[in-house]
């Protein structure tokens, strides 16, 4: 017996080395990730303190810009309502010409025949033109 517990006091011993051994293998790594971690902290504090110091004037120039976008957006619009205003005229005055175009057309169109004839072809035809 005596020999199967010196055996097994050696086993623990040897036991408890390897042990030792693997924790201070693994302890090395999570030294150097530590450090890492610092200077990985360190790094982001610099960045949100470069963040804040910045980021006000920042929002103020897109302030500035969005203002300035607004009244361009506006000046748009008045040069939209004034090509609108152009057109409509430019149509009603297209269908006044087109509509004294065709009444020329229908003068010089019409017989040539004698007064009466004439009158009584006009009254035809804006009592015709007055129905439709």
Do not use: C, H, W
């Amino acid at each position: 017996m005596e020999q199967i517990s010196g055996s097994l006091n050696i086993l623990v011993a040897v036991a408890l080395i390897f042990l030792a051994v693997s924790l201070m293998l693994i302890s090395l790594p999570l030294m150097s990730m530590v450090k890492q971690s610092e200077r990985t902290l360190s790094a982001l504090e610099r960045l949100l303190g470069t963040v804040d110091k910045e980021l006000g004037p920042t929002l103020k120039q897109v302030d500035t810009l969005l203002g300035s976008i607004g009244d361009v957006g506006s000046k748009v619009g008045d040069v939209k309502g004034g090509i609108t205003k152009a057109a409509d005229e430019a149509k009603k005055n297209s269908s006044v010409f087109g509509a004294g175009f065709m009444a020329g057309i229908r003068a010089y169109l019409e017989p040539k025949g004698n007064k009466e004839e004439k009158e009584r072809i006009r009254e035809a035809r804006s009592l015709s033109e007055v129905g439709k």
